[in-house]
């Protein structure tokens, strides 16, 4: 697999459990899992953002 199409695929992922952990954080009232949540949502996009990037620069 590219190195592009792993990242984008890894960001997709953290973007997806970020949205999980986020959701559970606020049913159980939980600010550190739903702050959490938040970040690991920001890394996926990070994450996906950088894949595609290196699909356009062709790594």
Request: charged residues 30%.
């Given at each position: ?44 996009n990070v994450q ?12």
């Amino acid at each position: 697999m590219k190195s592009s199409t792993k990242d984008q695929a890894e960001g997709a992922f953290h973007k997806v459990k970020g949205t999980v952990k986020e959701v559970a954080g606020i049913i159980s009232e939980n600010p550190n899992l739903e702050a959490e949540g938040n970040r690991e949502k920001i890394d996926g996009n990070v994450q996906e953002k950088i894949g595609q990037i290196k699909k356009v620069l062709g790594n």
